[in-house]
């Protein structure tokens, strides 16, 4: 059964202007740290991640005249919680350009405890043999249970563990910003 | 979420029992497989350590093939027994088979039975989730979804859509399965082949009954040809196999009565130059070998939908 | 054995042209008066207050499954189940193992009635040697032991000129050949009617022209050769319609039918998901069948009601649907799924089911019982029109359980059955 608390948003920590400057800084991240952006692929992990890697590979295109691949990655299949859920998550496709031998920037919205990341890395690494693969999350909220580290974070939020992070974007809520949701008992 | 969809069903048992949004469910699922039997490493881990059990009490390539890549690709332990290793030719009941197939065990069993309604045996007597992959003359589900999906390939939808099925329905499961999908899926279903091979009251299954073949074919968007088992000749459905060609094989000249853009199908294995000519079978137009990776997309996703969630 | 008096009943003898309250008075096993409000000093009393009470029911179509096959029944348990089921009298089919097809059969037969029955058997001889359908058995030296029909049943008689002469031979000792009308090459390997069930379930079927071809076959031969036919579990509208034309041209056939086939259609076996307690022959037809039959029975095409019982074993039913063995049991649901689903619908009156179920068999078979007469012996059945019960077949007398009926909520019981004179069920409960 589920628990008997709602979430209640506590506060706003990323406007639409905030999001934008953390993704122009981090398009710059990126290049500046592999000297260019040659051999480079994003991919998005669905779903929040794919407009992130979408608009990061704009931001890039931008500023250095060349299209970077991107890619969507659908982690369903890899998780390791599929038999501890009830409810059942919709597989979707997973379209990722040539990865082998490219150093391959995931991209996801939130991170939290590393498992959604550790998922996609499998995936990847049977869609192909990246020479590299870096991490670039929009917020880092903490509380990891496996050794996985972001390269680029658009913005660390220190939350409590019955907190949670919510990012918004244009592309799927037709709002843009991150808040910071508490989960309160419902009162009846 | 919106994002978290399940089927009801915990048996695949015949289409007969799905709803439009349960086959909806299957396809997308099924869509979203697809993928990953065109990667190099053709293998998820999503099902690591769930066990499969098929039961073939009929011979099968294709299906039972496709059924174990599924497990395969799916990280699945799979294990078959099919007729001639199994006990069934020892003269062991059917229910002792479902008896030995619980104690094992097994989250999924996958069985292909003569006897139409076995799997519904099955399901009553074990706690597995049963997919049917073939029960008499009933339902062949499996075949369905996957025809269904590969036509969603080629056409946006399958709503409104003219689907000609073609031969001996009265013996084929698969065409019971496809006249309950397409037809609960919007599409118009009519059935042509002689008249002996049309069982009774097809039409209340969903589709129209047309024994003139170029007449049915007009304003078709699939021609979907059934297998004709050649022995049904002797057992007097039909004179001969000539005429059977001559009134009900597929060749150019009928496939060009269809649409111009019609998808030409067939469940395989076929009897080219018998109910279909070897020039349209390997066509622009013919989708036939595209079926057999559908297959195996699709029992992938059934395999996902009645083992991925938990209790 | 003195007097029994059965007190405040509603007498039931279609026999006799009797439906009234009345007081049913047995002397040494026998029918003595019957008359309203009796007192009879030192009587035993059975108290029928708010019951029916009719002759002994009679079925003249029953498998005991004796010799051979005691693992599905066998004359003391199948006798069981017809007491529990009002019946007094049976008429065991001859498809045994080995079939009952000479006198040394019928024999045994009346002997293992004699020691272990507790209802009357009338055995049936077959009418062709092995039931091969070859060559006529010795229906003769049958007759003369006992034998009160010749059945194939369970098998047509094939051969249109083994029929003829069968017709041609029984004749001569005038009794029925109770005929199975099935013609093997239109049923091939069905199993449930040919139609709209066998196209949704996927299951081979059986045409109605199957039993059609072969009772207009058979209402030929007899119209030419005479005898006595009397056909079997009649399950089409088509075959009542032949009949009700055979009778009108004064040929001399007879014909009984199924609770079941009067009261079910083949739509259950796709309510029941391939329930093989669904799966008899003939099997079970379309509602306008039912229709037909009903009609039938009503305006005298149909004589009788019989049950088909066909035990068999938890076994031989738990099994493909296709693999599984044909028919169900039967004598100890027939009245109340009768009632219930006939006479408390009126589609039926309870006279002429009763009528059905005990004077037309025994006129039809020339058997003795079947009427309330006095003088005869007493073999009574009392009634409740009012009581509903569950169908639970643990509770059988039966050795077999394969009844589509189970769990099924019926109104109308059998209460108290006597036979000779003797209380062989009480208040539901078998006494012997």
Same mark, same amino acid.
């Given at each position: 059964?589920?628990?008997?608390?709602?979430?209640?948003?506590?506060?706003?920590?990323?406007?639409?202007?905030?999001?934008?400057?953390?993704?122009?800084?981090?398009? !710059?991240?990126?290049?500046?740290?592999?000297?260019?952006?040659?051999?480079?692929?994003?991919?998005?992990?669905?779903?929040?991640?794919?407009?992130?890697?979408?608009?990061?590979?704009?931001?890039?295109?931008?500023?250095?005249?060349?299209?970077?691949?991107?890619?969507?990655?659908?982690?369903?299949?890899?998780?390791?919680?599929?038999?501890?859920?009830?409810?059942?998550?919709?597989? !979707?496709?997973?379209?990722?350009?040539?990865?082998?031998?490219?150093?391959?920037?995931?991209?996801?919205?939130?991170?939290?405890?590393?498992?959604?990341?550790?998922?996609?890395?499998?995936?990847?690494?049977?869609?192909?043999?990246?020479?590299?693969?870096?991490?670039?999350?929009?917020?880092?909220?903490? !509380?990891?249970?496996?050794?996985?580290?972001?390269?680029?974070?658009?913005?660390?939020?220190?939350?409590?563990? !019955?907190?949670?992070?919510?990012?918004?974007?244009?592309?799927?809520?037709?709002?843009?910003?991150?808040?910071?949701?508490?989960?309160?008992?419902?009162?009846? | 979420?919106?994002?978290?969809?399940?089927?009801?069903?915990?048996?695949?048992?015949?289409?007969?029992?799905?709803?439009?949004?349960?086959?909806?469910?299957?396809?997308?699922?099924?869509?979203?497989?697809?993928?990953?039997?065109?990667?190099?490493?053709?293998?998820?881990?999503?099902?690591?350590?769930?066990?499969?059990?098929?039961?073939?009490?009929?011979?099968?390539? @294709?299906?039972?093939?496709?059924?174990?890549?599924?497990?395969?690709?799916?990280?699945?332990?799979?294990?078959?027994?099919?007729?001639?290793?199994?006990?069934?030719?020892?003269?062991?009941?059917?229910?002792?088979?479902?008896?030995?197939?619980?104690?094992?065990?097994?989250?999924?069993?996958?069985? @292909?039975?003569?006897?139409?309604?076995?799997?519904?045996?099955?399901?009553?007597?074990?706690?597995?989730?049963?997919?049917?992959?073939?029960?008499?003359?009933?339902?062949?589900?499996?075949?369905?979804?996957?025809?269904?999906?590969?036509?969603?390939?080629?056409?946006?939808?399958?709503?409104?859509?003219?689907?000609?099925?073609?031969?001996?329905?009265?013996?084929?499961?698969?065409?019971?399965?496809?006249?309950?999908?397409?037809?609960?899926?919007?599409?118009?279903?009519?059935?042509?082949?002689?008249?002996?091979?049309?069982?009774?009251?097809?039409?209340?299954?969903?589709?129209?009954?047309?024994?003139?073949?170029?007449?049915?074919?007009?304003?078709?968007?699939?021609?979907?040809?059934?297998?004709?088992?050649?022995?049904?000749?002797?057992?007097?459905?039909?004179?001969?196999?000539?005429?059977?060609?001559?009134?009900?094989?597929?060749?150019?000249? @009928?496939?060009?009565?269809?649409?111009?853009?019609?998808?030409?199908?067939?469940?395989?294995?076929?009897?080219?130059?018998?109910?279909?000519?070897?020039?349209?079978?390997?066509?622009?137009?013919?989708?036939?070998?595209?079926?057999?990776?559908?297959?195996?997309?699709? @029992?992938?996703?059934?395999?996902?939908?009645?083992?991925?969630?938990?209790? | 054995?003195?007097?029994?008096?059965?007190?405040?009943?509603?007498?039931?003898?279609?026999?006799?042209?009797?439906?009234?309250?009345?007081?049913?008075?047995?002397?040494?096993?026998?029918?003595?008066?019957?008359?309203?409000?009796?007192?009879?000093?030192?009587?035993? %009393?059975?108290?029928?207050?708010?019951?029916?009470?009719?002759?002994?029911?009679?079925?003249?179509?029953?498998?005991?499954?004796?010799?051979?096959?005691?693992?599905?029944?066998?004359?003391?348990?199948?006798?069981?189940?017809?007491?529990?089921?009002?019946?007094?009298?049976?008429?065991?089919?001859?498809?045994?193992?080995?079939?009952?097809?000479?006198?040394?059969?019928?024999?045994?037969?009346?002997?293992?009635?004699?020691?272990?029955?507790?209802?009357?058997?009338?055995?049936?001889?077959?009418?062709?040697?092995?039931?091969?359908?070859?060559?006529?058995?010795?229906?003769?030296?049958?007759?003369?032991?006992?034998?009160?029909?010749?059945?194939?049943?369970?098998?047509?008689?094939?051969?249109?000129?083994?029929?003829?002469?069968?017709?041609?031979?029984?004749?001569?000792?005038?009794?029925?050949?109770?005929?199975?009308?099935?013609?093997?090459?239109?049923?091939?390997?069905?199993?449930?009617?040919?139609?709209?069930?066998?196209?949704?379930?996927?299951?081979?079927?059986?045409?109605?022209?199957?039993?059609?071809?072969?009772?207009?076959?058979?209402?030929?031969?007899?119209?030419?050769?005479?005898?006595?036919?009397?056909?079997?579990?009649?399950?089409?509208?088509?075959?009542?319609?032949?009949?009700?034309?055979?009778?009108?041209?004064?040929?001399?056939?007879?014909?009984?039918?199924?609770?079941?086939?009067?009261?079910?259609?083949?739509?259950?076996?796709?309510?029941?998901?391939?329930?093989?307690?669904?799966?008899?022959?003939?099997?079970?037809?379309?509602?306008?069948?039912?229709?037909?039959?009903?009609?039938?029975?009503?305006?005298?095409?149909?004589?009788?009601?019989?049950?088909?019982?066909?035990?068999?074993?938890?076994?031989?039913?738990?099994?493909?649907?296709?693999?599984?063995?044909?028919?169900?049991?039967?004598?100890?649901?027939?009245?109340?799924?009768?009632?219930?689903?006939?006479?408390?619908?009126?589609?039926?009156?309870?006279?002429?089911?009763?009528?059905?179920?005990?004077?037309?068999?025994?006129?039809?078979?020339?058997?003795?019982?079947?009427?309330?007469?006095?003088?005869?012996?007493?073999?009574?059945?009392?009634?409740?029109?009012?009581?509903?019960?569950?169908?639970?077949?643990?509770?059988?007398?039966?050795?077999?359980?394969?009844?589509? %009926?189970?769990?099924?909520?019926?109104?109308?019981?059998?209460?108290?059955?006597?036979?000779?004179?003797?209380?062989?069920?009480?208040?539901?409960?078998?006494?012997?």
């Amino acid at each position: 059964m589920a628990n008997d608390s709602v979430l209640k948003p506590k506060a706003t920590i990323m406007d639409e202007a905030g999001i934008k400057r953390a993704l122009v800084r981090i398009s !710059h991240e990126i290049v500046e740290r592999n000297k260019g952006t040659e051999n480079l692929v994003l991919v998005g992990i669905r779903r929040r991640g794919v407009p992130i890697a979408q608009r990061l590979a704009a931001f890039i295109s931008d500023t250095e005249a060349t299209e970077v691949p991107v890619g969507m990655l659908d982690i369903t299949l890899y998780r390791d919680d599929l038999t501890l859920r009830h409810d059942q998550p919709m597989v !979707h496709r997973t379209e990722v350009p040539d990865i082998n031998g490219k150093t391959v920037v995931l991209v996801d919205d939130v991170l939290y405890t590393g498992r959604t990341v550790r998922a996609a890395m499998d995936a990847l690494m049977d869609l192909g043999r990246p020479s590299s693969i870096q991490l670039m999350v929009l917020t880092d909220r903490g !509380h990891r249970e496996l050794p996985i580290r972001a390269d680029y974070v658009g913005k660390n939020v220190p939350t409590s563990k !019955h907190e949670l992070v919510e990012v918004r974007l244009n592309e799927v809520d037709n709002v843009e910003d991150v808040l910071i949701m508490e989960k309160v008992e419902r009162d009846e | 979420m919106n994002d978290v969809q399940q089927l009801r069903q915990k048996h695949i048992l015949g289409l007969a029992e799905l709803s439009v949004e349960e086959m909806t469910l299957i396809l997308q699922t099924s869509e979203s497989m697809r993928e990953i039997i065109d990667r190099p490493i053709k293998q998820v881990p999503t099902l690591r350590g769930r066990q499969v059990l098929s039961l073939f009490y009929e011979s099968s390539t @294709r299906t039972k093939a496709s059924f174990d890549l599924a497990c395969k690709y799916m990280s699945a332990g799979a294990v078959s027994i099919s007729k001639d290793s199994s006990s069934l030719t020892k003269g062991e009941s059917l229910r002792d088979t479902v008896r030995n197939v619980e104690i094992m065990g097994p989250e999924v069993v996958i069985m @292909r039975h003569p006897s139409g309604g076995a799997c519904h045996y099955l399901a009553r007597n074990v706690s597995s989730s049963v997919i049917n992959a073939g029960d008499g003359t009933h339902e062949h589900p499996t075949q369905g979804l996957l025809d269904m999906l590969t036509v969603l390939q080629h056409k946006e939808h399958l709503d409104g859509l003219n689907v000609v099925i073609v031969g001996d329905v009265f013996h084929s499961r698969v065409a019971r399965s496809n006249i309950i999908g397409f037809s609960r899926m919007g599409a118009n279903v009519v059935v042509s082949g002689p008249s002996t091979l049309l069982p009774p009251y097809i039409e209340e299954m969903g589709c129209q009954v047309e024994s003139d073949l170029d007449h049915a074919l007009a304003e078709a968007d699939v021609v979907y040809v059934l297998r004709l088992q050649l022995e049904r000749q002797s057992a007097s459905y039909f004179p001969s196999l000539r005429e059977y060609t001559e009134l009900y094989g597929l060749n150019e000249r @009928r496939l060009a009565l269809a649409k111009p853009d019609a998808l030409l199908m067939h469940p395989g294995p076929m009897n080219r130059g018998v109910e279909i000519d070897s020039d349209v079978a390997d066509g622009a137009q013919s989708v036939i070998l595209e079926q057999v990776p559908n297959g195996v997309a699709v @029992r992938m996703a059934l395999l996902y939908l009645l083992l991925g969630g938990g209790e | 054995m003195g007097q029994t008096l059965i007190k405040n009943g509603h007498v039931i003898d279609p026999a006799n042209g009797r439906n009234e309250r009345a007081d049913v008075l047995l002397e040494e096993g026998k029918i003595g008066a019957i008359s309203r409000n009796m007192t009879v000093e030192g009587a035993e %009393l059975i108290d029928a207050e708010e019951c029916v009470v009719v002759p002994g029911f009679i079925d003249t179509h029953t498998h005991l499954r004796t010799p051979g096959q005691e693992y599905k029944e066998d004359i003391a348990s199948g006798t069981r189940a017809a007491i529990r089921g009002g019946y007094t009298a049976v008429l065991p089919m001859a498809n045994t193992q080995p079939p009952i097809d000479n006198e040394t059969g019928i024999r045994f037969i009346l002997d293992q009635a004699q020691t272990q029955g507790v209802a009357r058997v009338y055995p049936v001889g077959a009418i062709t040697k092995g039931l091969k359908g070859d060559e006529i058995a010795e229906l003769g030296l049958m007759k003369r032991a006992g034998a009160c029909a010749f059945s194939d049943d369970g098998m047509p008689v094939r051969s249109a000129r083994v029929m003829r002469f069968a017709l041609q031979y029984s004749k001569m000792f005038g009794v029925p050949l109770s005929v199975h009308e099935e013609d093997p090459s239109l049923t091939q390997d069905g199993v449930v009617n040919w139609g709209r069930i066998s196209t949704k379930m996927g299951l081979p079927g059986i045409p109605a022209e199957s039993e059609v071809a072969m009772v207009a076959r058979d209402l030929e031969l007899c119209r030419v050769i005479g005898g006595h036919l009397h056909i079997a579990h009649v399950s089409t509208a088509r075959a009542v319609h032949l009949i009700r034309e055979a009778k009108a041209a004064g040929i001399c056939v007879t014909c009984e039918v199924t609770p079941h086939h009067l009261t079910l259609t083949e739509d259950l076996v796709h309510e029941s998901g391939y329930d093989t307690n669904t799966k008899m022959k003939p099997p079970l037809r379309t509602q306008d069948d039912q229709r037909a039959l009903l009609s039938g029975l009503k305006d005298g095409t149909i004589d009788l009601i019989a049950t088909d019982h066909a035990p068999h074993s938890f076994d031989d039913k738990d099994k493909e649907y296709l693999f599984a063995d044909f028919g169900i049991v039967g004598l100890e649901t027939a009245f109340a799924l009768l009632h219930d689903r006939l006479v408390l619908t009126q589609a039926l009156s309870l006279e002429k089911l009763i009528e059905a179920m005990t004077w037309r068999p025994a006129q039809v078979f020339g058997l003795s019982g079947g009427s309330l007469s006095e003088g005869v012996p007493a073999d009574i059945t009392i009634l409740s029109t009012s009581d509903e019960w569950a169908v639970n077949p643990k509770e059988f007398a039966s050795k077999s359980a394969n009844t589509p %009926l189970t769990g099924w909520s019926l109104t109308g019981r059998v209460r108290t059955v006597l036979v000779d004179g003797q209380v062989r069920l009480r208040d539901g409960t078998l006494t012997c």
